[in-house]
């Protein structure tokens, strides 16, 4: 997954995130703004996993959900 399709399209891809993550918040979301390691510690720090689960996870997540249906490039 390229690792910079959080940044670049991160008005659609938070909507996404939130469905998946309903723990993470409205100001996490502002935080975070795309940025990948900032997403993983609030996953993280949100589900009580290690960070090397949370990137595996983010990472398989990301594959499924664009692989079928990418966001728009920029």
Same mark, same amino acid.
């Given at each position: 997954?390229? #690792? +910079? $399709? =959080?940044?670049?399209?991160? !008005?659609?891809?938070?909507? #996404?995130? @939130? *469905?998946?993550? &309903?723990? =993470?918040?409205? +100001? +996490? %979301?502002? @935080? $975070?703004? &795309? +940025? @990948?390691?900032? =997403?993983?510690?609030?996953?993280? !720090? @949100?589900? &009580? *996993?290690? *960070? /090397?689960?949370? /990137?595996? /996870? %983010? /990472? #398989?997540? %990301?594959?499924?959900?664009?692989?079928?249906?990418?966001?728009?490039? *920029?």
């Amino acid at each position: 997954m390229n #690792r +910079d $399709i =959080l940044k670049g399209n991160w !008005e659609q891809v938070k909507g #996404r995130l @939130r *469905r998946q993550w &309903g723990k =993470l918040t409205d +100001d +996490d %979301l502002e @935080r $975070i703004k &795309g +940025d @990948r390691e900032v =997403l993983v510690g609030q996953l993280q !720090e @949100r589900y &009580g *996993r290690t *960070r /090397e689960e949370m /990137e595996e /996870e %983010l /990472e #398989r997540w %990301l594959d499924d959900e664009f692989a079928s249906n990418p966001p728009p490039r *920029r």
